[in-house]
């Protein structure tokens, strides 16, 4: 029978990954659809995405401290492989929210009120924002294979 910690572990992982999946592939596109203000859209998308950041850091820091109490039936390589696939999703919070997110910001508030595209940095922030998506979706697929790995 599992231990507490294991449970608590597979609880975390499951949070992790279902508000990563629920917030990118269903509430971001439902607020895109739905608002007819774009900007607006935009901004609450953003607000959720930071939420998202930030629930992602304490997820993975917590792992990190259940992989190191709660595994003691794991062996090395499938400790190593699930702490891989932990850091690699910290990794993507980071690359994408204190790296790719700042320089988006930018441009919004450069863009004055008509919004960033309808500005001459639409191009530019088309491309970081498909950058951001890569790495939001790199990040996904680890997330299924973090639970599978549980």
Known sequence: MPSVLAKVRLLVAALWAGSLWA??????PTLFA??????LAGSIAGSMFHSMAMLSLGCALAMVLL???????????RRRTVLALVAGMALCTVVSHFGLQPMMAELKAAAGPGGVMESAAKGRFGMLHGISSVIYLVQSVLAGWLLLKQ
Request: proline share 4%; aromatic share 14%.
């Open 23 to 28: 917030v990118g592939y269903l509430v971001a």
């Open 34 to 39: 739905t608002l007819s203000d774009r900007v």
């Open 67 to 77: 992989l190191w109490r709660a595994t003691p039936d794991w062996t090395a390589q």
